[in-house]
């Protein structure tokens, strides 16, 4: 008895590195996927933070001046600094109007009277803004007892393959939505790649009888669609990417952006496909934009550019 403890002991001394090692890693990846690491999350915190203070700003200036201020412009607002900043704002239109209101409440420099005046004009505002519909939550019994003897094998069997995987995923995609910010400051193969893609695109729509109004926008900063078509059913925008990674959110948040500013359908034509992400941010945006639509074709030919464009210009009518 005391010679096996003493041999479990000395296996455990010369062993405690690899079993060190091994907790390390399945720690590194648990706590990698559920949670954000502290200076990531405080660089989140202070770009929302700048960004709800400039919506407020520009916002409030302009109820403060008596300006009729639309829905839709404080939703344009919003959708600049998601844009500009790279964040999802936390933030509705109506928390933003409500931020405001607090403001000019406790503004004493202001007038009783026009503070007054602001917050009636916001609670406006706020009565017309649709309220969706509540879901109904339903709750189920369980038998926590039960429960809490089947967690543990449950857990111990499955967190370290779930862990794995999942945080490989998250990763790669992570990576891309970094990688994207720097594509358009690329040099050499890569704007020959996206030149070649360009042209094959500008093949495709005069093989389909495009009527093409704008050719290209100049210069690779500039604001604006790859291209404007004109048909009779009404006119709608191209835009092209030569993505050798999948197309990620901040790319088809610029794209919805181009969109909604052109008040045209569009289609994103790329050589690669979209992340998960970017797959819910174009369903989210297509769900509340019928007359708008964002739409999405992944073409590396020719032929499967224009089998694409085709068959969205068919579904939509145009």
Same mark, same amino acid.
């Given at each position: ?12 001394? $010369? ?20 949670? %954000? ?73 202001? &007038? ?19 309220? &969706? ?55 050499? !193969? ?18 389909? $009888?495009?009527? %093409? ?5 100049? $210069?690779?900063?500039?604001?604006? &669609?790859?291209?404007?078509? !004109? ?19 901040? !790319? ?48 590396? !030919? ?17």
């Amino acid at each position: 008895m005391v010679e096996g403890i003493k041999k479990g002991w000395r296996w455990a001394l $010369g062993n405690f590195w690899n079993v060190f090692s091994i907790v390390g890693v399945i720690a590194t990846f648990y706590f990698g996927l559920f949670y %954000i690491p502290d200076y990531a999350r405080e660089n989140l915190y202070s770009r929302s933070a700048l960004a709800q203070e400039e919506i407020i700003h520009e916002v409030g200036e302009r109820l403060f001046a008596g300006e009729a201020i639309p829905i839709k412009d404080i939703e344009f607002a919003i959708e600049q600094k998601e844009i500009f900043y790279k964040i999802d704002f936390p933030y509705s239109t109506k928390q933003i109007l409500l931020l405001i209101s607090n403001d000019f409440s406790k503004n004493n420099y202001i &007038p009783l009277a026009k503070r007054n005046e602001v917050k009636s004009e916001i609670n406006k505002i706020i009565d017309e803004i649709k309220r &969706p519909p509540v879901k109904g939550v339903k709750w189920f019994d369980f038998n926590y007892f039960q429960l809490m003897l089947i967690v543990p094998f449950l857990v111990s069997g499955i967190i370290g393959l779930f862990s794995i995987v999942q945080k490989n995923k998250k990763d790669s995609e992570i990576e891309i939505e970094l990688d994207e910010e720097n594509i358009p400051f690329e040099e050499g !193969t890569v704007r020959y790649r996206e030149h070649e893609y360009f042209l094959m695109v500008e093949d495709a729509l005069k093989e389909l $009888g495009l009527e %093409i109004s704008k050719p290209s926008k100049v $210069g690779s900063q500039s604001f604006g &669609p790859d291209f404007e078509i !004109t048909s009779q059913n009404g006119g709608f925008v191209i835009e092209t990417k030569a993505y050798r990674q999948k197309v990620g959110v901040n !790319t088809i948040r610029s794209f919805i952006y181009i969109v909604r500013q052109m008040d045209k359908p569009g289609i994103l034509v790329s050589t690669s496909t979209l992340t998960v992400r970017a797959k819910q941010l174009l369903q989210q945006y297509n769900e509340k934009n019928e007359k708008m639509k964002a739409y999405f074709v992944f073409g590396v !030919t020719k032929s499967d550019i224009k089998a694409g464009i085709k068959s969205k210009l068919d579904s939509c009518g145009l």
